[in-house]
C-alpha cells in the first residue's frame, strides 16, 4: 500500500520561500513518476510539477517555471518542492503524488495522494 506523507506548508509573506518535502513509502519509488498538484479554494486541482522515475527529468506547469523546482531522491524515497518568490494566488493545499506519467500529467496518471499540505502566502 502506498502512502505519501507531505510536509512544509505554511503561512509566508509574499516574495518569501517554501520547501515542502514528501515522503514515499509502501512499494518500489523507482517505479513510480511523482508530481506535486494544488488545489485553490473554489478552483479545480492543478497541475505544479512532476519528475521523471529516475530523476533525470523534470516538467512544470508554464505559469510555475522559474519559481518552483522539484527534485526526488531516489536513495531517501523523498521528492521536494522548492517553491520561491511566493505569490497570494499560490496559496492552495499542495499535493504530492505517485503515478504512471511525468511528462503533461493528468490527474488519471497518478493513483496515489497524500493528504495534501496548506501554503498560505498573505502579509
Known amino acids: 500500500q502506498v502512502h505519501l506523507v507531505e510536509s512544509g506548508g505554511g503561512l509566508v509573506q509574499p516574495g518569501e520561500s517554501l520547501r515542502l518535502s514528501c515522503v514515499f513509502s509502501?512499494?518500489?519509488?523507482?517505479?513510480?513518476?511523482m508530481a506535486w498538484f494544488r488545489q485553490a479554494p473554489g478552483k479545480e486541482r492543478e497541475f505544479v510539477a512532476a519528475s521523471s522515475f529516475q530523476a533525470t527529468m523534470t516538467y512544470y506547469s508554464d505559469s510555475l517555471k522559474g519559481r518552483f523546482t522539484i527534485s526526488r531522491d531516489n536513495t531517501k524515497n523523498t521528492v521536494a518542492l522548492q517553491m520561491n518568490r511566493l505569490k497570494p494566488e499560490d496559496t492552495a493545499v499542495y499535493y504530492c503524488?505517485?503515478?504512471?506519467?511525468?511528462?503533461?500529467?493528468?490527474?488519471?496518471?497518478?493513483?496515489?495522494w497524500g493528504q495534501g499540505t496548506q501554503v498560505t502566502v498573505s502579509s
Open positions: 509502501g512499494a518500489t519509488f523507482s517505479d513510480y513518476a
Open positions: 503524488a505517485a503515478g504512471s506519467a511525468w511528462y503533461a500529467p493528468k490527474d488519471y496518471e497518478y493513483y496515489h
